[in-house]
């Protein structure tokens, strides 16, 4: 599907055709003073600008099929091994599909799944994809703080983060040339990516935010994204979902900030007896 991310499709013609123009016209105004040495060749210059234009600007469509390779290169790794529990699966899947609904990007397939792994963490690559370790499971106490570490995570794919982060390594690594970036470069960047799971303060603080909004309009408690960070701050040892994202006491408290009143506890997931008779049947 993705056999080159710089072919310029028709619906992309008018996006590409005044940025190459503005190119040209610069390029024109420099040819006079530029060394033969120096000189760029047009073609070269004018797909530079092309590559560059495609890589911010995927199509929900790439995005998703690009999200499906990086899926399953990373479900061949070694590391990563998916809880074969069906039912762990479903009940991921339902708490993610709601919140999903109630993001800022409810039109693109969302895909949850659950990690055989103690260590508390989760993550999310581009196109929908996000995992949920067995051991984040264990370690909420109820289903609105599981459900505020999974709008958090869709939140990044509402930014668009992971995109953000591919274009930006990319163009650092020189991956991106005047040829286009081969589909099997870019996943194999995207697989990086994600199993580094580090992104900036920026992206941390923007999922914050939508996080907790759209905690709030999918009808959860708002507060339980509070009441886990803590949780999790006051640990001896950070445990990895720490580790990966850069919460300190000034986040929580402007997390806080962020939560609508209205919602702060008026909503659902804080039965945390419900919560553990169910998580002790989906990972006993």
């Known amino acids: 599907m993705l056999k080159k991310l710089s072919l310029i499709t028709r619906s992309s013609f008018r996006q590409v055709s005044y940025p190459l123009i503005s190119v040209m016209v610069a390029a024109s105004l420099c040819a006079g003073t530029a060394s033969p040495s120096q000189a760029i060749p047009w073609g070269e210059l004018i797909f530079q600008s092309i590559q560059m234009i495609q890589i911010s600007n995927l199509s929900d469509r790439q995005e998703v099929e ?36 109630a993001s800022p990007r409810p039109d693109i397939p969302y895909t949850f799944q659950v990690v055989e792994d103690d260590s508390i963490n989760a993550f999310a690559t581009m ?4 995992y949920i370790n067995t051991g984040l499971m264990k370690a909420a106490e109820n289903e609105a703080e599981l459900a505020s570490v999974v709008s958090h995570e869709i939140a990044h794919i509402a ?126």
């Open 127 to 130: 196109g929908g994809f996000v």
């Open 159 to 284: 930014s668009r983060h992971a995109v953000k982060q591919l274009r930006q390594t990319l163009l650092a690594q020189g991956l991106a040339t005047a040829a286009g970036v081969d589909d099997s470069v870019a996943v194999q960047v995207g697989v990086e990516l994600a199993l580094r799971r580090h992104k900036s303060r920026e992206a941390e603080f923007e999922a914050d935010a939508i996080g907790i909004e759209t905690l709030g309009r999918a009808g959860y408690a708002q507060y339980g994204a509070i009441t886990f960070m803590e949780k999790l701050l006051k640990k001896g040892s950070p445990p990895s979902f720490l580790s990966t994202h850069p919460a300190t006491s000034a986040r929580i408290e402007q997390m806080k900030q962020m939560i609508d009143p209205e919602f702060a506890y008026n909503g659902d997931g804080l039965d945390d007896r419900r919560y553990q008779v169910i998580v002790s049947q989906l990972i006993p």
């Open 66 to 101: 690009l999200g499906k390779q990086i899926n399953q290169q990373l479900l061949k790794q070694r590391n990563l091994k998916i809880y074969r529990d069906r039912a762990a699966n479903e009940y991921i899947n339902r708490i993610g599909q709601r919140l999903a609904t």
